[in-house]
């Protein structure tokens, strides 16, 4: 089954230990160090059902590590945006776990305005034609980050029942 086919639109259930092992997983096939502050800050990331932001990392790493400081958090970021294990959502600053750590992609984010929920939209069509449209374009991509904001299901349910 190619990698088309198999992510071109399904959703994601929430489930942080998986998550870790994924990653961790990951980090061994390819020889990566997964310090322990390292997977401190992924499972902190994995814990969360919405995006956090880098300055509550740190809050809750200071729990843990009390000489935890802004860069070495940074750092963390670093190592797993690099390795494509989390997304940085650019619009409000914040990070979320990568559904799929051991392939690489783009994908865009629906990120609601009144709960911040974020959820990964897994169809690779968006990515695609973005891509076709840049190069009818003579315009190389370099990275895509797509946000979509507006307002969840959820949120316009309550809305409305209030």
Same mark, same amino acid.
């Given at each position: 089954?190619?990698?088309?086919?198999?992510?071109?639109?399904? =959703?994601?259930? &929430?489930? !942080?230990? !998986?998550?870790?092992?994924?990653?961790?997983?990951?980090?061994?096939?390819?020889?990566?160090?997964? *310090?322990?502050?390292?997977?401190?800050?992924?499972?902190?990331?994995?814990?969360?059902?919405?995006?956090?932001?880098?300055?509550?990392?740190?809050?809750?790493?200071?729990? /843990? &590590?009390?000489?935890?400081?802004?860069? *070495?958090?940074?750092?963390?970021? /670093?190592?797993?945006?690099?390795?494509?294990?989390?997304?940085?959502?650019?619009?409000?600053?914040?990070?979320?776990?990568?559904? &799929?750590?051991?392939?690489?992609?783009?994908?865009?984010?629906?990120?609601?305005?009144?709960?911040?929920?974020?959820?990964?939209?897994?169809?690779?069509?968006?990515?695609?034609?973005?891509?076709?449209?840049?190069?009818?374009?003579?315009?190389?991509?370099?990275?895509? *980050?797509? =946000?979509?904001?507006?307002?969840?299901?959820?949120?316009?349910? *309550? !809305?409305? !029942?209030?």
């Amino acid at each position: 089954m190619s990698q088309a086919s198999r992510h071109s639109h399904h =959703e994601h259930e &929430h489930d !942080a230990r !998986a998550f870790v092992g994924a990653v961790s997983s990951a980090c061994e096939l390819r020889g990566l160090r997964l *310090t322990p502050l390292r997977l401190r800050v992924l499972e902190l990331i994995a814990a969360e059902e919405k995006p956090v932001k880098a300055y509550d990392l740190l809050d809750r790493l200071k729990d /843990d &590590h009390g000489s935890a400081a802004p860069p *070495t958090v940074y750092r963390a970021l /670093d190592f797993l945006l690099e390795n494509r294990f989390i997304h940085k959502l650019e619009s409000i600053n914040a990070y979320v776990g990568c559904h &799929h750590p051991n392939e690489a992609h783009q994908v865009p984010f629906l990120i609601c305005d009144v709960c911040s929920a974020a959820v990964e939209v897994c169809d690779e069509r968006v990515s695609k034609l973005l891509v076709e449209q840049a190069k009818e374009r003579g315009f190389r991509p370099r990275a895509q *980050t797509l =946000e979509v904001h507006g307002i969840c299901a959820g949120c316009r349910a *309550t !809305a409305a !029942a209030g």
